[in-house]
């Protein structure tokens, strides 16, 4: 297998050279032989559908298991030494799991001070406040944990987790327990970590919002192999495998010959639609089609069209279409897809 290569101009912290860990062959389960590079001081998000080899990658990154084949390296140097240390895990690499590891009867101060030595208790209560300013969680030092909301856990958690200043920070779905207006704030804040702590950090996720707002890198997996890696923009506009486009979006995905139907023409095999890649009018012609479904999103409405190949989905950001009304379509441009390939096409030239 070729190498991944790492980002230009930056230097690599973790790599799998030839890593490879399985837990069951039929059906697959676990992680195939991969060669990957982690760049130093980047976000770099690892999505994937359930069971693609996520958090298998992760426990490898984090030196909490032992490959089956190849090598998992931090710093050119074997992350798990031929002598089992005690503790696992690697001293520069730190996990922060779904269930947060907190002793939820102790005060946040606590959960988070308690890991430093008493040699200097003057600096060891600086430097926690210092960090609990920085995750905005300060004003919760007297609360227990078991008090707080799961964001605020959340917080909690990846304070305990760089307090000791790690060099690497794993996230394991991190915004799984996060509202949809705290998910905006701690994304945000872990790229401020990144950036300004010059921690690097891995975190796995299936939503696509956190791959494409989060990731300086993102890697896509499935079934256990690695399908695309690259800068997230460029894979949401160029994707080179269907399933990166349906995993990325809410995608419609036709063969060339469905696409003809709808006057789309392409010599490649399939064709991408975005929801955003059609524009629909109200319209009683002969061509129209029904209105199956209406979705209201607040700014903007989600379709579902219904076509003589199958189910559309679309957005809008009218308000003037609704469920059961009749429309004609219109395609601002459309991606032909291989599974090595593609080049967008804009339909209006």
Sequence with gaps: MSE??????????LELKGASKMYSESPFAGLRKTDLKISKGKVTVVAGESGSGKSTLLKLLAGYMRPDDGRVLIYDEDIIPEENPLIPGHKLVKTVSQDFNLNVYAKVYDNIASLLP????????????????????????????????????????????????????????????????LKTELRADIRRMARYLGITIVLVSHDPLDCLSMADELIILRNGAIVERGDPQQLYRQPHD???????????????????????????????????????????????YKVKEVFFKGFYQELIISTPVGDLVMVSSGSGLSKGGYVTLAFTSYIPLEMSSSAIVDANK
Excluded at 5 to 11: D, L, Q
Excluded at 253 to 263: N, Y
């Design 242 to 288: 269907i399933y990166t486009a349906k995993l990325l979006a809410n995608s419609n995905v036709l063969t060339s010959a469905e696409a003809l139907t709808l006057g789309i023409v392409s010599e490649m095999s399939h064709v991408l639609l975005y929801p955003e890649h059609i524009q629909a009018d109200e319209s009683a012609a002969a061509t129209a």
């Design 118 to 181: 008493n040699t200097d208790i003057k600096a060891k209560k600086q430097k926690t406040f210092e960090l609990m300013e920085f995750l905005k969680i300060d004003h919760l030092a007297e609360k227990r944990a078991v008090d707080l909301s799961g964001g605020e856990q959340q917080r909690v958690a990846i304070a305990r987790a760089i307090i000791k200043d790690p060099e690497v920070l794993l996230l394991d779905e991190p915004f799984s327990q996060v509202d949809a207006i």
């Design 4 to 13: 991944i290569p790492v980002a230009s101009g930056a230097s690599t912290i």
